[in-house]
């Protein structure tokens, strides 16, 4: 026998072993992705269960990380992403897009950060601003580039007198607030200089909405971006569980 035949006789146990390694890689891919695409689809579905009555709409999850597979078995999963475009809420409609980090298969610790984005069309905003019950029935919001403009109605004397103001929005723990910043009478003054009634809706305090009854109880608002084609707000929380008494335990604004 010659010296190349025995090497290559030599080679052919490396050579299987070599094949038999890439197969069980690709095996552990196709099984890992298997259980990822199994994750994604059970959790959409306890989802689904457990949320409160007043929610509709579907949720697709995404699970992120490498193996799925060695999160389970770490208890942990890097990143948990769900994403609803179409959720109504107590009938406000809105798109939603959440990121979960840190989350434990253990549902008794709370998700290490989680950051969300609510957006809200105009229509919702009013329906909001309108269920908040701390804005004139009257008032109507429009959403335009960083600010909101809405219209009025004040009493002066025995007039009803028609106003203009345009506001700027920020969030504060439950709470979006409308500050307005500038303001014209629209009607219902004649000749009367119309300079004390803009001043005085200038210091009306800001139009508070709590959207805390929206919420699960815990997840608090962190900012808020106004566009003429929706108003975006940011949610964070560090406390909240995936247990369905904390999912569906919505918090409560005060009065």
Do not use: W
């Amino acid at each position: 026998m010659t010296m190349a035949r025995k090497k290559r006789r030599g080679l052919v146990p490396l050579i299987i072993l070599g094949s038999l390694a890439v197969l069980l890689v690709v095996a552990f891919f196709l099984v890992d992705s298997g259980l990822r695409s199994f994750a994604e689809d059970r959790a959409e579905a306890e989802i689904s269960q457990r949320m409160p009555s007043s929610v509709t709409g579907d949720v697709t999850v995404t699970v992120g990380g490498t193996s799925v597979i060695a999160q389970f078995i770490a208890g942990n999963f890097e990143q948990v992403e769900l994403t609803a475009p179409k959720l109504t809420v107590d009938g406000v409609p809105a798109s939603v897009h959440v990121i979960a980090r840190d989350v434990s298969t253990n549902t008794a610790k709370a998700i290490g950060s989680l950051s969300a984005t609510l957006d809200v069309d105009q229509a919702a905003l009013n329906q909001l601003v309108v269920a908040s019950g701390n804005a004139p029935a009257d008032v109507v919001m429009t959403l335009g580039d960083e600010t909101v403009t809405y219209t009025g109605t004040v009493k002066l004397f025995e007039f009803n007198v028609g106003y203009s103001a345009t506001a700027t929005a920020s969030a504060a723990g439950d709470t979006l607030n409308f500050t307005p910043t500038e303001a014209t009478v629209t009607s219902g003054v004649g000749d009367i200089d119309a300079t004390p009634l803009v001043n005085l809706i200038l210091q009306q305090a800001p139009i508070g909405v709590c959207v805390a009854s929206y919420l699960p109880a815990g997840v608090e608002l962190s900012g808020v971006d106004i566009s003429p084609e929706r108003a975006r707000v940011t949610l964070e929380s560090s406390t909240l569980m995936l247990t369905v008494q904390s999912l569906t335990t919505l918090g409560s604004c005060a009065g």
